[in-house]
């Protein structure tokens, strides 16, 4: 659902209808149109920019999967990105939520146990994958994610995690990718593409018998 703003400015009503869903694109187009009132521009100059605003590359991006479920690639890397990501599309009311993210090397660890048990609250499949490694080897990444064991399936190659949410998913589901957004991949993978972007615009060049049910 697309939010519809309702406000008033000295008395005169006013309203925004956003191209974006989420309560966080909500706060961030009334912090735009206060600076942009305070500058002076129009109220339907403004409304219309709102209004035709296609989005950021790698933020809710969308695509749609060829059996009616829906995928989007998100930028969220800390536990609250996450957790507006997730509320935005539970709101959305999906038959389930297949989930795709992993952790970068040499960062904070700290936040490791909240984003999954985030994603545990609301995904019915969480499926850890490798990030940017920055060095650290696969062998120590993946001792790491042992910890995890039980609570969700793990994939290493990120192209074969995506593939696989996009295999076994059905119409109503959401497949939601975070992490990177419109970043490239920092290492090679299976299907040799550059981008959480470019492997969904791979694989939804692929039709398979399951895929046009």
């Known amino acids: ?8 400015e000295q008395g005169e009503p006013y309203t925004l209808h956003l191209p974006i869903p989420g309560h966080y694109n909500v706060w961030n187009s009334i912090g735009a149109v206060l600076l942009a009132r305070r500058r002076g521009i129009p109220y339907d100059t403004i409304a219309e920019a709102i209004a035709s605003f296609p989005g950021v590359p790698g933020r809710f991006q969308k695509f749609e999967h060829p059996s009616g ?4 690639v998100d930028y969220a890397h800390t536990p609250d990105g996450l957790l507006q990501c997730l509320e935005t599309i539970r709101a959305m009311k999906p038959k389930r939520i297949l989930h795709i993210f992993g952790f970068r ?3 904070d660890d700290s936040k490791w146990g909240v ?9 019915g499949k969480t499926i850890l994958t490798f990030d940017d490694r920055n060095g650290v080897p696969k062998e120590k990444i993946l001792q790491s994610y042992q910890s995890f064991s039980g609570r969700c399936e793990v994939i290493e190659d990120r192209t074969m995690a ?3 949410a996009w295999e076994v998913v059905k119409k109503g589901d959401w497949i939601v990718i975070t992490g990177k ?33």
């Open 69 to 72: 479920a829906v995928v989007v």
């Open 162 to 164: 995506i593939s696989h």
């Open 115 to 123: 984003m999954l048990n985030i994603s545990n609250r609301y995904c």
């Open 105 to 107: 090397g040499n960062k």
């Open 181 to 213: 957004g419109p970043e490239p991949y920092t290492e090679p993978f299976i299907l040799s593409t550059s981008s959480d972007i470019e492997t969904i615009r791979v694989l939804s060049e692929r039709v398979t018998p399951q895929n046009k049910l």
């Open 1 to 8: 659902m697309k939010p519809i703003i309702h406000f008033r």
